[in-house]
């Protein structure tokens, strides 16, 4: 079970925390049904003091708790400030010492548009890459000019601390973090019902300040490019192997103490979103698809395709082109 809160303040943007948490919640239900078991995240809502919570667009918000009294989480919601983020800033300035707090015990921190200020505020950004609402980046690089703003980049990840810049972008950022905690199947299975023809992948609108993982191995870093830079060919992993010195023993020992995973799984995800890219931009057949991915058996690549993505490589390239797609259907 993961545990989210969404921090409310007065002049927070409602679909910046709605959206997250239904795709969030669209995960639970998926993944539950799966595994024939009970829901997999608890949602709830935060207001500093407990008390119930008038947002500037006219809604009011019943909490479930105050911010003092939030369990341990996996991950905390900062929303979008609407129009000027100061007030709210200076609003928040006594609970932002929480705040550290909860980053500090390792909770996801994820900012949602100008919700990066009051990170910033809090020093959880200095020296650290961040990005907020593309209408104030001026403002935050003056007044966090220690700050490494990202204006090219829609979403940032420094350790357990994300910004994003739009709404549409925590739905990417949350498709990402589903991935994570449910694996693929379940992620694209979400990902079909809200709006696939304008999602971006993670790796391709955000900011890490790690190469391509959370570890420093500078040999399996090696290897990820290797296998970035030959991946329409059939590889061997025991000829990478070779190429790095070590036995596959060895190499694939290593990988996995670096990254949890072994390199096999790295090379098909690498394969799978440049399928999905192929699908969505051009009009090549699944088996020239198969092909310009390194494989030769279309028949194994619409598998492997169906396996992470929950649909058949047609039945995706028809819902992402806005064509009939039923979510209660997966081929």
Known sequence: MYTVATLL??????????LPVEILQAASQTASVRIRGAAQVHTLLATPDGEPM???SGLNLQP???LTALPALDMLLLPAIWRSPQPTVTLMRPWLPLIRDLAAAGTRLCSVGTGSFLLAEAGLLTGQPATTHWNYFERFARRYPLVQLKTRHLITQSGNIYCVGSVNSIADLMVHIVEEWFGSAVARAVENQFSPEIRRSFRAAAYQDEADSSHHDEMVIEAQQWLRDHLGRQVAMGDLAALLGLSVRNFNRRYRQAT??????????LRINQARELLKHSNLGVGEIAWQVGLQDASYFSQLFRRHCGVSPLRYRQAVRGKLFSAGVLE
């Open 54 to 56: 008038r947002l500037s």
């Open 64 to 66: 479930d708790l105050a």
């Open 9 to 18: 303040y007065p002049q927070a943007l409602a679909t910046s925390f709605t």
């Open 260 to 269: 949890g995973s072994s390199p096999q799984a790295y090379l098909q995800r």
